[in-house]
């Protein structure tokens, strides 16, 4: 992982607070592909940051382990969810048994990752047949409101921000194989203007911008969005992009 992907240390409860969850729909998705259900099965959550996925996999009845190298970001999930196992490590590196794991997941952070380690180590902690499930909330460009916000990113903080405006599974160096599967799943949630804007100020390319630029985006952007949601409650639609593949049962793995 890079120091950028690090970064998120310094806004962990900003993070966990107003940063979107994910729809039932998609868990039900990952049984569906797997044939199997998520209660009772040993799942490692690789990137857990605060524990956001990791909290609704174990509310699905998952066996988790968490995995998060930032301490900030640990610390955090200590908090929210004190009964999770928790390993300080990096996807390119797992400290973690082989075949210990029914599914291995990354929520939003895939792309921190050099696929060309991370890889080999999600399939070794892997059992034979169990899956490796990616998955990013992107927001739904086909909404003209969320298309604008995406234009002014680009135009005032230099990108889009990832898991707001990402390019969700597309382009992430993932697995090429026959049984890899690729799912969207639409959903939205209505939240308070603050949050969406503590939401957009959590992302990475914040981070990087720094605090005087920040600012001023976000009080540019509150005055635009109010106008469009006068009440102060704005409805954020996001798609989910899941990429599942499988280790194989055989003796080898890629």
Do not use: C, K
Request: hydrophobic content about 40%; charged content about 25%; aromatic content about 6%.
């Amino acid at each position: 992982m890079t120091e950028r992907a690090l970064s998120f240390d310094a806004v962990a409860e900003q993070y966990d607070t107003a940063r979107p969850g994910y729809p039932p729909a998609l868990f039900d998705t990952i049984e569906t592909l797997t044939g199997r259900p998520l209660r009772g099965s040993r799942v490692v959550d690789v990137g857990a940051g605060t524990g956001i996925a990791t909290r609704l996999l174990r509310e699905r009845g998952a066996d988790v382990v968490a995995v998060e190298p930032g301490p900030g970001m640990a610390a955090r999930l200590r908090l929210s969810a004190p009964d999770v196992p928790l390993v300080r490590g990096f996807g390119d590196a797992l400290p973690l048994a082989d075949a210990a794991a029914d599914l291995v997941t990354y929520a939003q952070a895939w792309h921190w990752t050099d696929p060309a380690r991370s890889l080999p180590e999600a399939m070794r902690v892997l059992r034979p047949g169990g899956a490796l499930a990616l998955w990013w909330n992107v927001s739904d460009r086909a909404v003209p409101w969320i298309a604008e916000q995406e234009a002014r990113l680009r135009e005032d903080a230099g990108g889009p921000a990832h898991g707001a405006h990402g390019t969700g599974t597309r382009d992430r160096h993932l697995p090429t194989d026959p049984r890899t599967v690729e799912r969207r799943i639409p959903w939205s949630r209505r939240v308070p203007l603050d949050t969406h804007l503590d939401n957009l100020g959590s992302h990475s390319v914040f981070r990087v911008l720094g605090d005087r630029a920040t600012t001023a985006f976000l009080t540019r952007e509150r005055a635009e969005l109010l106008r469009l949601f006068p009440d102060g409650t704005v409805e954020e639609s996001y798609v989910v992009e899941l990429t599942l593949t499988y280790r194989p049962t055989g003796p080898s793995t890629p």
